[in-house]
């Protein structure tokens, strides 16, 4: 018998958003490609608070290559994958906040 004790409730963002499209955005200019959106991912984090009591997308922007063994022992992450992911969210914030 498995007996769940915590958890976090689902959320699925609207990818027509306009912060969606903005993180859209700037992670294309960072890659040089357009990224793949997913609506809602498992083990996502604390995001239903984000959406149901703030009304506010949450988006999160992940960065890596099919090789970087994804939660095994040796998961590792490239230099250049890590600096575009800096690049992706700097983008983000000027997108945002400066609003070009």
């Known amino acids: 018998m498995v007996v769940l004790e915590k958890g976090e409730k689902p ?55 099919p090789g970087s063994r994804v939660h095994s022992p040796n998961e590792h992450i490239r230099i250049r994958d890590f600096e575009r992911g800096v690049r992706a969210i700097l983008r983000l914030l000027e997108l945002f906040f400066l609003g070009r």
């Not at 991912?41 to 949450?58: C, D, T, W």
């Open 11 to 65: 959320v699925r963002s609207d990818l027509a958003h306009p912060f969606v499209t903005l993180a859209r955005r700037a992670l294309e200019e960072a890659f040089g490609e357009r990224p793949v959106l997913y609506p809602n991912m498992a083990g996502s984090g604390p995001m239903h608070p984000f959406l149901h009591h703030l009304k506010a997308p949450a988006v999160g922007l992940g960065v890596g290559y």
